[in-house]
Every structure is written in structure tokens, then in C-alpha cells.
């Protein structure tokens, strides 16, 4: 149809459509796909869809729903079932991409368990703790918010089954590591029927979303208020511009962080992981110089003799900066984990009870701030200082 679409027939009335983009010959082409059934087919075919698993593997990417003829593809689903899948498939493109995205994730993952067994046993265990690490980094890791929003249960045992796998290829025999993948591959399997098609995806998806956002969020809250008290208290509020400007860039910059690895590149675990890690180490290292600046300050006769001292503008500048940094690094790290796991999150169907998970979450996320900017004028300086010097070591 795609192919008829752009050239035409010879001879016929049917001319060719080649100056249509290749976007819109492709719509067209579903389009018409459809007109042989009717809509009480395309329901039926809906729940066979989130019923069988066989009917999604079939179907796993475009692909195969643009070559595969009703005829192949009933030798590979249940019987009587192919018009209506066909029909909510051609309906639907974008299940089938969704559905394909993740069973790439577990298919993914399943092939490196397999892979570092074969190494093990040939005796490399350097490539075999690789290979286990990609299955985990490359395939599990992107499908962690979706599992936890549907059976955070089945996730936590998924990701301590991974951590084991490691320890056994590095301490284990050749039966324990087979014996250990093979769990794995159970696991796995399991996962692909939670993260099956269901009614409450909606749902599971609203939650995941809000949780998600209030929980690294929060974490990036508590810093800037923290900081912004502390400025309050210490009477340098000229600097309180330069954390705004922190928290503000640092949204911004996730913004375009979204942007290029939706777009632009591809994101592999390794490199997920080292981004976090090294902006986990240089947020560390600032803290901990503001952990040593704080414990010295902590004492009351310490603190009266501070805020009597006179600091140049070179100083104060110096100081500006410094906070500019904390607050933009506590911001951007935890704006770049809710990124990677919104972007796992998000399909065509679920856009928009991820979106409305987001909006409650960015409104609870703004009433806690107010109330904790309220209450941190009441904030006693010795013990937040003490407090906070505790928090940098951590």
C-alpha cells in the first residue's frame, strides 16, 4: 500500500501521491490498512492484544506489522484471532512500537545473561562481568520505573538477582553462574507479563510519575531551602539571586538534556551511570567544602564573630559563585535521573497521565517548598550547622 501510495498504478486511475511526505504516505498507507474491518474488530482485537503475549512477539515493531500478510501471522498467533489483530494493530502503530521498545529492553538483557554464561564458562571472567553488567545497565535498567510502578516487589527481586549474578560469576563455579542466569531469565519472563498491556496502565503510570517527581525532587529541595535559609540567617540575601539562578539554569539544562538524548544521541547504561556518578562525585566534593566551612562556624561565639567580620567584594563574589554551583549541581542531578526515567516511562498511550503525575507533583513540590521556606525563618543556626555538617559527611 505504502509502495502503491507513492507511485501509483500504471494505467489505472490510481495516480501517484509521491509528493506527499514520506510521513503522511506512511498515515495514509495504515489508513487504508483498516478500511477492510470494521470497529467491533478492532475492540476485539484490543483485547487480544493485552491478552497474548504470542500476538505481541509477533508483532513486535513496525517492521513486521508493514511486511507480515494475515496468512504468516496466523501461524504465529491463536486461531480465529488474526483479522482482529490485524485490524487494532493497523489501527494502533503506536502499541506496537511501545510493545516493541520493551520487549527490546528484556530481549536485550536476556541475550547478555546468555552471552556471559558462554564467557564464563570459556574462562574470561573480565567479559562475563561486562556482559552481566550491560544485561542490567543496557536492558533491565530502562525498564526500572515502569516494573516499579506496576510491582515494585518483582523489581527489587529483579535488581538483587543482578547484583547476585555479578557476585557469582566473580566467586561462583560454572553450575552456580548457570544456575543463577537461568533465575534471571524466570524473572525476566515474569517481567514481560506485568509489563504486558493492561487497563490500569494509566494508573500505574500516574503514580509512577508523581513518585518519582516528588522523590528526587524532594531531595533537590531540601539543598536549595537549606541553602536559601542559611543566607537568610547569615543577612547576605544579595547573594540569594545567584542560587535562583542556579536551580533555575539547572531545570533548563535538563530540559535540554531531555531534548538531546530523545533526539539527538543515544543514552547507553554506562554512560547513565557515569553521568550520575561523576555529578554525584562534584557535588560531593562542594559539599564537603561547605561541610568544613559549616563546622566552623557551628559554634555560637564562632558564628556572632563571622557575621561582625567585614568581607570584601572579592569574597563575596567568591561566595555568590560558589552557591551558584551547589545550588545547580543538587538541581541538575536529580533533574537528570527524573528525565531518564520519564523518558522510559512515556508512550503514546500513557502521555498523559504521565504529564498529569508530573503537573500534581510539580504543585505538591511548590507547597512544600512555601511551607518550608516559612518554617526556615525559625531555623536556629548552631544546630542547622551542626545538622547540615552531618548531612555533607553522608
Known sequence: MYQIIGHGVEGTAMPSFASLTDEDRWALAFFVGTLPYSDAQKTAGADVWKTDANARTALSGLDSLTQLSEVELAKKVKEGSVASLTAFARANPQEVVASATQAQSTVLAKAKLRESVAAFVSGDRSAATKLALSAYLDGFETLE???????????????????????????GSVADVRAAEED??????????????????????????????????????????????????????????????????????????????????????????????????????????VGIWMHQKSAAGRWQAYLKQKMSSAMSRRTAWFMFLLAFIAVYREVFETVLFFAALWTEENGMALLAGLGCGVVLLGVLAMVLLRTSARLPIGQFFAAARCLSRS
Open 145 to 171: 520505573p515502569a516494573l516499579a510502578a506496576k510491582n515494585r516487589s518483582l523489581f527489587q527481586q529483579v535488581e538483587k538477582a543482578m547484583i547476585g549474578f555479578r557476585a557469582t560469576i566473580a566467586n
Open 184 to 289: 534471571l531469565q524466570k524473572l525476566l519472563d515474569e517481567t514481560d507479563l506485568v509489563l504486558a498491556p493492561s487497563e490500569g496502565d494509566s494508573v500505574a503510570t500516574f503514580f509512577g510519575a508523581l513518585t518519582i517527581l516528588l522523590r528526587e525532587g524532594l531531595e533537590a529541595l531540601l539543598v536549595v531551602v537549606a541553602m536559601i535559609a542559611f543566607l537568610k540567617k547569615a543577612e547576605r540575601r544579595e547573594v540569594l539571586p545567584y542560587v535562583h539562578a542556579g536551580w533555575v539554569i539547572a531545570l533548563a539544562a535538563g530540559g535540554v538534556t531531555w531534548a538531546i538524548a530523545t533526539y539527538l544521541i543515544g543514552v547507553s547504561g554506562a554512560s547513565r551511570e557515569l553521568t550520575e556518578g561523576f555529578s554525584s562525585l562534584f557535588a560531593a566534593a562542594i559539599l564537603l567544602g
